[in-house]
Each structure stands twice: as structure tokens, then as C-alpha cells.
């Protein structure tokens, strides 16, 4: 039994971990609601890579489907596409715990990730979603779903290059002490 393991999604008594967690969440949300923004340029899974490498399964599968969750609550869009898309990301959530559980906490790793991740993530939703509830032929999803897909590629290697290990980094920090030690008591030597 790890005796490591912490309640990483607590704020109370001042947790930096879930501090770190909400404020991600929140980050992922304004980034989201930019106007005009391109779809699919989105940072959730350059932040879910970095989670399931730091905090593990749960807190990876937690933040991917509570950043779809609260963008579709906050745009009235909550719909049974909300549920497939939080699904689909939660699942890619679990993956990356799995993922890079033997593997380092590199830019290059989290970019072969996002690829494989994208690549399935839009499949899960995108060949669904518009055939079960929207009547559209498997071909139209398809089709439609190629500048989609290549836009979320895109996006989502330029964030895992460039936000992902920013956000690993940010993740594992320790807090400093707010005050230096005057004397060390193994070392009594003055600042």
C-alpha cells in the first residue's frame, strides 16, 4: 500500500496541489472562451498529459472531464455530445497515466502523445457523435472531420511541445520557504 499518495484534488488547509488543479482548470476554461477563437486549439490535453505523469489516473481523468464539463456548462451547451466528448477525454486521461507511467516527462514524449491521442480522441467523437444524434452519414463525418482533426493536431503538438512541460514543471515545483534559515543547526554558520 503507497502511503505517498495524497488527496490531490483538496484546497482546504491550503493544498498547492489542488491550488495547481483548479487553477489549470480554470486557465483551460478562459483559454476556451476566447471569441473567434480556431476550434480545437485548445490546451486540456497538453494539461491532462502532465497530470497523469504528476498526480496519476484519477486526478488525469478528473481534470479532462470537468475541462469539458465547465466549458459546456459555462456556454449552455451541455448536451449528450458533452458526455461523449468528456468521456473520450477522460479516457485519454487514464491512457496517459498509463502512457507515461514508463515514460519520461519530455517535450518530444508528450508531442508523440498528443498525436496518438488526438488521433483517437477525434475518432471517438468525431465519428460518432455527428452519425448517432445528428443523422449524418459516416462518410459526411469523415470528410468533415479531416480540417477538424488536422486544426486539433496542430494545435495540440505546438501545446504539447511548448505548454506541457512548462506545465510539468509548474506541477513538481516545491513551494519555497518564505523566510532563509539564519543558522542551520547542523552548520551554525551565519548568513
Known amino acids: 500500500m503507497d502511503t505517498n499518495k495524497k488527496n490531490y484534488l483538496s484546497v482546504r488547509g491550503g493544498s498547492a496541489s489542488g491550488g495547481k488543479f483548479y487553477l489549470m482548470l480554470v486557465l483551460c476554461l478562459l483559454v476556451r472562451l476566447i471569441p473567434f477563437r480556431t476550434p480545437n486549439i485548445e490546451p486540456i490535453l497538453a494539461a491532462t498529459m502532465p497530470f497523469s505523469r504528476v498526480y496519476g489516473a484519477f486526478t488525469a481523468f478528473s481534470f479532462a472531464v470537468l475541462s469539458i464539463l465547465l466549458y459546456d456548462l459555462a456556454t449552455s451547451t451541455l448536451g449528450m455530445q458533452t458526455f ?16 507515461f507511467k514508463k515514460r519520461e516527462a519530455n517535450a518530444w514524449n508528450y508531442v508523440r502523445f498528443a498525436v496518438i491521442g488526438t488521433l483517437v480522441f477525434d475518432a471517438l467523437t468525431g465519428l460518432t457523435v455527428g452519425p448517432f444524434f445528428f443523422h449524418q452519414s459516416f462518410l459526411g463525418a469523415l470528410a468533415g472531420q479531416i480540417p477538424f482533426t488536422a486544426l486539433h493536431l496542430a494545435g495540440n503538438i505546438a501545446f504539447a511541445f511548448v505548454l506541457s512541460p512548462a506545465i510539468y514543471n509548474f506541477l513538481i515545483k516545491k513551494k519555497k520557504k518564505e523566510r532563509p534559515t539564519i543558522i542551520n543547526v547542523l552548520h551554525p554558520e551565519t548568513i
Open 84 to 99: 461523449f466528448t468528456a468521456g473520450a477525454y477522460g479516457i485519454i486521461g487514464l491512457w496517459a497515466a498509463s502512457h
